[in-house]
């Protein structure tokens, strides 16, 4: 928990868009981990397989009935709030670390995925396709399609 528990909630995180559901599935996957930790050592990559149990738990909540009626609903509700930001989040707004956040969000989740592992987790392709069960050539295609989104977004605000 203490190695991988900030990084599978930032991942987690980065699938819902919301902290408190990130940590939620998060304590899912430990408690899973914990009731598969018999058959631990058939498990060739931890991490991979920590990494892929927590995206099918993301994958699952966002295809659910539940995220789409009470997240969505949320969102509508933070769309009607007063658009006047504190000094704070202005500044936060304006950092171009955060307006590549927000880029990032913003794509697609096959791109999304992809990219937030192999930049933010530090992950090789080969590994980013054992986690996702995908062609690494795929994962090579998806990086490069991301890249060119972000460079587009990125060009268009400059």
Sequence with gaps: MNEYGDRLTKLSYNY?????????????????????????????S??????????NKCKDLIKSSFFKR????????????????SPE????KNSEEAFL??????????????????YYEELSIDEISEILKINR???????????LKLKVILERWR
């Design 101 to 118: 956040s927000v880029c990032v969000l913003g794509l697609p989740i096959k791109y999304r995925e992809v990219i937030l592992l192999y």
């Design 70 to 85: 009470v997240i969505m609903n949320e969102e509508l509700l933070k769309s009607t709030k007063a658009s006047d930001l």
């Design 16 to 44: 819902t868009k919301d902290w408190n559901l990130a940590e939620d599935i998060v304590q899912d996957v430990f408690i899973t981990c914990y009731n598969e930790y018999d058959k631990i050592h058939s498990i060739v």
């Design 46 to 55: 931890f991490k991979a397989w920590i990494f892929r149990i927590t995206i």
């Design 137 to 147: 050539n795929i994962v090579k295609t998806r990086l490069n399609r991301a890249r």
């Design 89 to 92: 989040m202005a500044l936060i």
